[in-house]
């Protein structure tokens, strides 16, 4: 029978356990250590406590002939304290001296700087257990050596070896687990993945911050970092002096350190955390929150649940994760990866600055309908759009090209621009201000096409403003009042507000290719990187062309009902003249704001750093 305690003693937080690593054993120290007996089978126990010293070992009793055996595992610097021993290759067993013991711990330094994840490995044998222990079993009909792969799992053993009263106490077990013999340390290689590096210089050209919490040892834990871009690379021999402090603590001697310190140090950079335990995360989020951060965390083992539910964004590992962790976790990673992290927040900046342009289009838009009828009305202008021109305009023309929006690439910036605040609205000040100059060019250049038809007729802006009178206090230049009524009536009505309708349809057009980024311009992300776009604008300009020249078409009625006639090939060079500066106005505005969000960018930074240097 086999009694065990299941502990994490090396294991770290990226999202794979050490067992999945390749181990190298450590070399010799005079006569090689050796590991023997080694129980495979071992059934897992419920988790067990937490020794006094912070860190969990994996403990487990082996039984043989001649009774049982204490085997140990844990972190090299925990369980070195508990060896007085060390076993060699030829199974002599001498005393752990000081000197051997430094040799070890420079050893252990050694392979973590490679980066390995060191474990070590004791035994305690029968002859040095409690007495209690030395040939203690658990009753036959309750060990889990015939049970099934299911009574395994969950714990067969646990309950009658939990039932001696030495093993009834996990705050004892390390009062067992003293007197150990060293037998062997291994290093286990588990490589980050290739594309991590990349993401990680991806996550600080975004502004994102990146704070590594792991259970290896501190050489470990900054080898690693420093291999993925956390930290930057070792700098050459004869200059580590000039490399700046690196923030790599232990947990315990982070949280040692007063609360103004902790803040303070958490303010800016990445950070490592080594030898955290998981009530850590809880304590780095809530003081990370504290500060007006947005925390995502990752976890995968049941203690991460709590620290997972706190933070803003708790992430889970989907292959490695407990379900206690995907429980309580916002986002599951269906492949473990950091880079599909990054991906994430690459594409909810892409849906965010996407709803962005829908806005601006639509608002841009409508705001200059609202303004080409507000400015003909206070000037007393005829209506240059009829209420069936608006209805086409907001249900055909505006529809497809507003959707198609949401399928807009990301811009080639996007992950180089520093995160907004969280509390910034969707419509900033900015945006507003730049929609309506946006609209009160649309609304303009309507009633200025419309205008300019009347004035080309002879009609000056006073005579205009008082058509209602043409006839009784004024006529037209060269003409008599008969002709009032072929300017305002019918067809010569008509003409003027196809004009002033296909212009504001074209803007629109426009205006929608231009919004395929909100800050970049069209010589850097042009309308063909969206082909739902090109087709959202292709669409509606050809149903307009379609019912402007219906009657050419077979369908006369149809441009009638819209109070439409069909256009000369003059008066589209017209609308193009009063329709494309929407093109140049819309790029203007976007240089003005490239340089609102490069200002705002630097004074972020410089505070940043303000805070650094600090």
């Given amino acids: 029978s086999v009694l065990c305690r299941s502990g994490g003693?090396?294991?770290?937080?990226?999202?794979?356990?050490?067992?999945t690593g390749v181990t190298e054993e450590l070399d010799s120290l005079g006569p090689e250590p050796e590991l023997e007996d080694v129980v495979p089978d071992a059934t897992p126990a419920p988790f067990g406590g937490v020794p006094p010293g912070g860190q969990q070992q994996g403990a487990g009793a082996a039984a043989g002939s001649g009774g049982n055996r204490l085997l140990v595992k844990g972190a090299?610097?925990?369980?070195?304290?508990?060896?007085?021993?060390?076993?060699?290759?030829?199974?002599?067993?001498?005393?752990?001296?000081?000197?051997?013991?430094?040799?070890?711990?420079?050893?252990?330094?050694?392979?973590?700087?490679?980066?390995?994840?060191?474990?070590a490995l004791a035994v305690k044998e029968t002859p040095d257990l409690e007495e209690s222990l030395q040939y203690y079993e658990p009753p036959e009909e309750d060990a889990g050596g015939g049970g099934s792969s299911d009574e395994h799992d969950e714990g067969g053993d646990a309950a009658p070896a939990r039932a001696h009263p030495l093993l009834s106490d996990p705050t004892a077990y390390r009062d067992i687990e003293t007197g150990l013999t060293l037998v062997g340390i291994v290093g286990i290689k588990d490589p980050a993945r290739p594309e991590v590096r990349?993401?990680?210089d991806e996550c600080t050209a975004a502004g994102i911050r990146v704070l590594m919490i792991t259970g290896d040892a501190r050489d470990t834990a900054v080898a690693?970092?420093?291999?993925?871009?956390?930290?930057?690379?070792?700098?050459?021999?004869?200059?580590?002096?000039?490399?700046?402090?690196?923030?790599?603590?232990?947990g315990r001697e982070f949280f040692e350190k007063p609360e103004s310190e902790q803040l303070e140090l958490l303010k800016s950079g990445n950070m490592v955390f080594c030898r955290a335990e998981p009530a850590d995360k809880q304590k780095l989020v809530r003081m990370l929150q504290s500060q007006g951060e947005i925390p995502a965390m990752t976890g995968d083992g049941v203690n991460d649940a709590p620290?997972?539910?706190?933070?803003?964004i708790g992430i889970a590992m989907g292959v490695t994760g407990t379900e206690v962790s995907k429980e309580a976790a916002d986002m599951i990673l269906a492949d473990d990866n950091f880079s599909t992290i990054v991906s994430a927040v690459e594409e909810g900046r892409c849906i965010y600055a996407n709803m962005q342009a829908f806005i601006c289009f639509l608002i841009s838009c409508n705001i200059g309908e609202i303004c080409a009828i507000l400015l003909a009305t206070i000037a007393g202008f005829p209506e240059p759009l009829t209420a069936m021109h608006l209805l086409w305009v907001n249900l055909v023309t505006d529809g497809p090209p507003?959707?198609?929006?949401?399928?807009?690439?990301?811009?080639?910036?996007l992950m180089q621009q520093r995160p907004r605040p969280s509390d910034e609205p969707i419509m900033t000040r900015w945006l507003l201000t730049r929609y309506c100059l946006t609209g009160l060019y649309v609304g303009l250049a309507t009633v200025g096409v419309f205008v300019g038809h009347y004035m080309s007729q002879g009609v000056t802006l006073a005579d205009l403003g008082s058509w209602s009178k043409c006839g009784d206090l004024w006529?037209?230049?060269?003409?008599?009042?008969?002709?009032?009524?072929?300017?305002?009536?019918?067809?010569?009505?008509?003409?003027?507000?196809?004009?002033?309708?296909?212009?504001?349809?074209?803007?629109?057009?426009?205006?929608?290719?231009?919004a395929v980024s909100v800050d970049s311009s069209l010589l850097t992300v042009g309308p063909q990187s969206n082909s739902w776009l090109m087709l959202g604008v292709a669409v509606p300009m050809l149903l307009h062309v379609a019912v402007v020249y219906s009657q050419y078409l077979g369908v006369p009625g149809l441009g009638e009902a819209f109070g439409i006639v069909p256009l000369s090939a003059q008066d589209w060079i017209t609308v193009l003249q009063w329709s494309a500066p929407i093109i140049l106005?819309?790029?203007?505005?976007?240089?003005?704001?490239?340089?609102?969000?490069?200002?705002?960018?630097?004074?972020?930074v410089a505070a940043a750093e303000t805070v650094a240097s600090t």
């Fill in 9 to 19: 003693g090396g294991a770290g937080d990226d999202g794979s356990g050490s067992g």
């Fill in 76 to 119: 090299p610097n925990l369980l070195l304290e508990r060896c007085t021993r060390i076993k060699y290759r030829d199974g002599t067993v001498a005393p752990l001296t000081a000197e051997l013991r430094r040799e070890i711990e420079g050893k252990v330094s050694e392979l973590a700087q490679r980066p390995l994840r060191c474990l």
């Fill in 198 to 200: 990349g993401s990680i």
């Fill in 224 to 250: 690693i970092a420093r291999d993925v871009n956390i930290f930057p690379p070792k700098p050459p021999a004869g200059y580590e002096d000039d490399e700046p402090p690196l923030k790599a603590y232990e």
């Fill in 307 to 312: 620290a997972l539910q706190q933070a803003a």
């Fill in 402 to 413: 507003a959707t198609a929006l949401g399928f807009n690439p990301p811009a080639p910036d």
């Fill in 475 to 514: 006529t037209p230049e060269g003409g008599t009042a008969a002709m009032c009524e072929d300017l305002f009536q019918g067809s010569g009505r008509m003409l003027p507000q196809t004009l002033s309708l296909t212009t504001l349809v074209c803007m629109e057009m426009f205006k929608a290719l231009s």
């Fill in 585 to 604: 106005v819309d790029e203007a505005l976007k240089f003005v704001g490239r340089m609102v969000n490069k200002k705002r960018d630097e004074e972020l």
